[in-house]
């Protein structure tokens, strides 16, 4: 081919694009009419998120508090304990607001008492303060795989919503008619992956904090036992 005509030609439809681009209107859509496009199943969608947010701000709020820890704590109750000072060191466990405290003040209380009562009572103590650590995570976990399938709900009903519009349309079927049930289907997948990911995310974070707590439990749980070991 003649490369003049090549370039010609091309010439041609550059003026025509540039033509036709002056009646072009360029569209665009927020993320809150998106969202819309996805039905009604986004709201427990939407309800799921907040309470996921909810729930990983609450705990990791309090597992940053309850993960610090009073260094002298331990000598303090060392030093009361070798001295026969018991009621100063239950009054310095009960004005600490932590589980580690509250583990010891139990374990003081039952000074006297054979060793395995004593590690007994402060293993209950234990357990209460993690399951009280735990609060709110089971829901977590529940929204982290509940979301995912909610979504996939969408998704069918959106398909079905598009192949119910190609049933009706017959050989007619335009583009538009299958939109909406394709923005349902594709909206509500990513939004329930979306929620059940960062749920899922938040959950281990929060567990593992969790485990950390737990293991400075049980750590101070032995070194308390090892001084009602001491020789007086």
């Known amino acids: ?7 010609q030609s091309a010439g041609q439809v550059l003026e025509t694009g540039e033509a036709e681009g002056d009646v072009l209107v360029e569209q665009s859509i927020n993320l809150f009419d998106l969202m819309l496009k996805g039905g ?5 969608l939407g309800v799921l998120s907040v309470i996921s947010v909810y729930i990983f701000l609450e705990r990791y709020m309090v597992l940053k508090r309850v993960s610090k820890e009073d260094n002298t704590f331990m000598n303090r109750i060392k030093d009361y304990i070798h001295d026969g000072k018991i009621d100063s060191a239950l009054a310095l466990c009960s004005s600490n607001n932590h589980p580690i405290a509250r583990m010891i003040e139990k374990g003081i209380s039952r000074i006297g008492r054979p060793l395995n009562d004593v590690s007994t009572a402060i293993e209950n103590v234990g357990n209460l303060e993690v399951s009280r650590m735990e609060k709110g995570l089971p829901t977590l976990a529940t929204v ?7 979504g996939f709900l969408g998704t069918v ?3 079905i919503k598009s192949f119910w519009e190609m ?7 335009m583009v538009d008619q299958l939109a909406g049930g394709i923005y349902t289907a594709l909206v509500t997948t990513v939004t329930g992956l979306t929620v059940g990911i960062v749920a899922y ?3 281990n974070i929060l567990v593992a904090r969790v ?4 293991f400075k439990m ?11 070991n001491e020789p007086a």
């Not at 081919?1 to 370039?7: S, T």
């Not at 009604?40 to 427990?44: A, F, L, R």
């Not at 982290?144 to 909610?150: F, Y």
């Open 40 to 44: 009604w199943i986004m709201i427990p």
């Open 1 to 7: 081919m003649n490369p003049f005509l090549m370039i």
């Open 211 to 214: 485990e950390k707590v737990v």
């Open 144 to 150: 982290a795989g509940g979301a995912p399938m909610i």
């Open 167 to 173: 049933s009706n349309a017959g050989n007619n079927i």
């Open 157 to 159: 009903i959106g398909m």
């Open 201 to 203: 995310f938040a959950y």
């Open 218 to 228: 049980e750590a101070r749980t032995m070194e308390f036992l090892d001084i009602l």
